[in-house]
């Protein structure tokens, strides 16, 4: 079905709540495993339908925030979501205490028991105003980053539209588009740290609630973290530490010499070549088509996905001024079909939605027939393989999109991807430290940032600059604010790319046959074995980071 002809019903709290209690209810009675497991099978499609039109609404409204109807309606789904969740965990209950449990795991999986565990665990009723509250921050913070009106040269842009001149080539040009972008978040700081205060308080309290000490337990629980801890993430931390930060610094001097500068500044970060970064050629629809054509060049398999996305019009991607901010890829169950939004913008952000995006819509595509809905309840460290690994396979095809830049692209697209890695971790340490010391004042936290900056990223010198000079630099980061944790999953998932890069650079069909049985198997098993799977080490291993730094040092030349 056509995206326009998807129908938004809103779901009242009372269908929402009959709908379970008649489910628990049920599930409870239930005299065998397979009667259970039938029952189950109507949970899927009843959860199924209240998501897809969570999901329905969300897209509606971050394609344009103007619209009232779907602000209100989103509103809506805010409050209601608290609801849901307490539902879904307490019939997720009734099959976690079920005397056919052995039965119920042998179909559903191990994995999905232990998520039920988890939510349990994250889980009381008495958080549901706070949760409420925690959602309504988020949206704050969205809409007064998503309704940035920044003057420059003479007109007004928001955050996504100002990035092509941070880019400039014009090195006054790309100062001048950072002073504004300056200027105007040194106009909201107070707010953000008034909306961000209240959000790490606000999240205490709910962890305190669950007897823990502080949020970082329940942040995991939330993350679904069902197969590793604090103490893996701190030694990825340090394995990348030791190994990216240095190999980042080489990359950076590399880079300086290229640009034919004297010192980098905060506001050549995103400039990889005197004469400009990369772009794309054509329109956005002449993208679309070349993404389609090299869909068809690649496997059987992505291009029946892409004529699938095409034919349903399951792309918005063109750049609005009342859109929402950046990119994402979401799932709507009801139709079994992933969608994709964007902000096309002429820089060669629009091909990562090409190859990123699409590899997410891929991996949905791939297991849209999949009965069993707890095998798509990926974790992000694992979702954010299937996106960054396609940026690489599709590394040949990129002659298409930047013709005689291709060489250069890809050259930016693999430093930019190195450049990260401490960049993602450090985003990780800084919630660790937040919220094991809420009471924290703005100002300290500002000062923990910069003093992440020293460890992280000690080649960056952002001058005079009052707000980012001053450890301003995270309240761009959304993440921070909308889910905690999660930013650590796409460092995780990137150094998984990178050894499918490595592999695909010995042998191409063996890496992409691994890679699609890596996405087939969804989350069939926990992190540790959905790697194997897909024939790739886990990051927490010792020694993967600097085997993976080892590789990328000598193609990164
Ligand atoms: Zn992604």
Known sequence: MKFQDMQYTRISQEELEKGFEDLIRRQKEAKSGQEQFEIHREYYRFYGHIETMFVLCSIRHSVDTTDEFYEKENDYCDELAPILEKYNTLYGETLYDSPYRA??????????????????????????????????????????????????????????????????????????????????????TEEIDEIYDRMVKNRTEQARILGFENYIPLGYLRMQRNSYGREEMENFRRQVKESFVPFVGEIQEKRR?????????????????????????????????????????????????????????????LGRKTKEAGGY???????????????????????????????????????????IREHADLTMETAEIHSMSMEYFTYGWMKRFFGEDADRYLTMHLEDSIIFIPYGCMVDEFQHLVYAKPEMTPAQRKETWKKLEETYRPWL?????????????????????DSPFYY????????????YKLWMDRDYRDAWEHYLKLCRFSAGDFYGGILKEGGIRSPFQDGCIEAVTEGLRAIAR
């Open 461 to 481: 010198d952002y001058g005079d600059d009052p707000f980012f000079s001053n450890g301003g630099y995270w309240q761009r980061q959304g993440h921070i604010f």
């Open 329 to 371: 890829m979401t799932y709507l169950y009801d139709y079994q079909s992933p969608f994709i939004f964007a902000n096309f913008n002429g820089t060669s952000s629009d091909i990562d939605v090409i190859t990123h995006e699409c590899g997410h819509a891929f991996q949905g595509y791939l297991t849209r027939t999949d009965e």
């Open 103 to 188: 039965e119920l795991e042998k179909k559903i999986g191990a994995v999905a028991f232990k998520n039920i565990e988890l939510r349990r665990r994250a889980f009381d009723e008495k958080l549901i105003p706070l949760m409420q509250e925690e959602n309504q921050l988020s949206t704050r913070y969205d809409k007064l980053i998503a309704t940035a009106k920044i003057p420059f040269e003479g007109e007004i842009y928001n955050l996504s539209l100002m990035r092509k001149f941070t880019v400039s080539p014009d090195r006054e040009v790309r100062k001048a588009a950072q002073k504004a972008i300056s200027d105007w978040f040194l106009s909201v």
């Open 257 to 317: 010499q290229r640009l034919g500068l004297d010192h980098l500044y905060g506001y050549d970060n995103g400039v990889f070549f005197p004469e400009g970064n990369p772009e794309p050629k054509g329109t956005p629809e002449e993208i679309l088509a070349g993404g389609q054509a090299m869909y068809h060049e690649l496997s059987p398999e992505t291009a029946e996905f892409f004529d699938f996305m095409m034919e349903n019009e399951l792309f918005d991607v």
């Open 488 to 499: 650590i999953d796409y460092v995780l998932a990137s150094v998984s790319a990178m050894q």
